[in-house]
């Protein structure tokens, strides 16, 4: 059996931390590696949800615009007629 003196139960104690850093440190790093990408996700995705709808509110304006100068045009055309 072993003997425990001082010197030998600090060794068994630094030698069982060490062990377990060894095994925890990778989980420790991967999970905080992880959180920090899920939140530059989430922040990339809220940019790209609120382009999405600037864009549809931007295509949504140039329809109207095609549609007023489609009207224009024609009052302008037959205005022109109507002169000749």
């Avoid at 377990?20 to 996700?41: C, F, Q």
């Avoid at 990339?44 to 009207?71: P, V």
């Amino acid at each position: 059996m072993i003997k425990l003196d001082a010197k030998s139960s600090i060794v068994i104690a630094f030698s069982i931390l060490i062990v377990a850093l060894v095994l925890y440190m990778p989980k420790i790093y991967l999970r905080n590696n992880i959180y920090y990408v899920s939140k530059d996700v989430n922040k990339l995705y809220a940019h790209y949800t609120s382009l999405k709808e600037e864009n549809r509110f931007l295509a949504q304006q140039l329809e109207d615009m095609k549609f007023k100068n489609q009207i224009v045009d024609s009052l302008i055309i037959k205005s022109l007629e109507e002169k000749k």
